[in-house]
């Protein structure tokens, strides 16, 4: 029973860190200042301003979009003078497997995006239209054995670029997240392959320990 009870107690001290950690974080209050539901939201804001990605009147479809910061930052961004209600020029289409409490301008489909059916019903709500951005803050829940979770993290990714070779504009631009592991150098790569220009961003929005980082990939190749 005694390493269970230290398990715990170490348990608790992580969580305990992690909260003081997140309550004084000037990211989180500022969030909170914003009216942004967490702080991802200045992670895409920093891309977007470093590449100019997103614009009003395009179509936008945000991966993993619960709880909804990135969503919300695209449809102020896509809104006259960056209203978060009201008039919005664009289409933005969320997607994740948690439920999202609504925001008012973006269209919302629960469900896996490995489930092909689920496939099915983004691709009939952008009714033939092609795609300006990709954006995807999704990652898998964690097993800590490295080699599954690095596979799942590539999987989602690889999904995510299918996705973008189908439905994306010639000129447009997909943002994943990833995280720094076996599979870094492989993912890295496949956007090389797939897009003519690739950047890697670490936002300042992103905790220094973390291991994530930003890959964006703009202009697909042809035939990539």
Not at 42 to 54: F, N, T
Not at 123 to 147: E, F, K, Y
Not at 160 to 166: E, H, L, S
Request: aromatic residues 6%; positive net charge.
């Amino acid at each position: 029973m005694k390493p269970q009870i230290q398990s715990q107690s170490k348990g608790k001290k992580v969580n305990k860190a992690w909260l003081h950690d997140h309550v004084n974080d000037p990211w989180v209050r500022q969030a909170q200042k914003d009216g942004y539901r967490a702080r991802a939201a200045y992670k895409l804001k920093e891309i977007d301003e470093q590449l100019g990605l997103i614009r009003p009147g395009q179509v936008v479809v945000d991966l993993g979009c619960a709880p909804g910061a990135w969503s919300q930052y695209l449809r102020r961004r896509m809104a006259p003078a960056g209203a978060a209600a009201g008039a919005l020029d664009g289409t933005i289409i969320g997607l994740d497997l948690l439920p999202l409490e609504p925001i008012e301008g973006v269209a919302f489909i629960q469900g896996d995006f490995r489930d092909d059916a689920v496939l099915v019903q983004l691709q009939q709500a952008l009714q033939g239209r092609a795609v300006d951005v990709v954006v995807s803050d999704m990652a898998p829940n964690l097993s800590g054995i490295a080699s599954a979770d690095d596979a799942r993290i590539a999987h989602l990714i690889e999904l995510a670029v299918d996705f973008a070779r189908q439905q994306l504009k010639p000129e447009g631009a997909l943002v994943v997240k990833l995280f720094h592991g076996s599979g870094y150098d492989a993912l890295v790569q496949l956007f090389r392959d797939t897009f003519q220009l690739v950047k890697t961003i670490k936002p300042k929005a992103s905790r220094d320990r973390s291991a994530e980082t930003f890959l964006v990939g703009m202009r697909l190749k042809p035939g990539g």
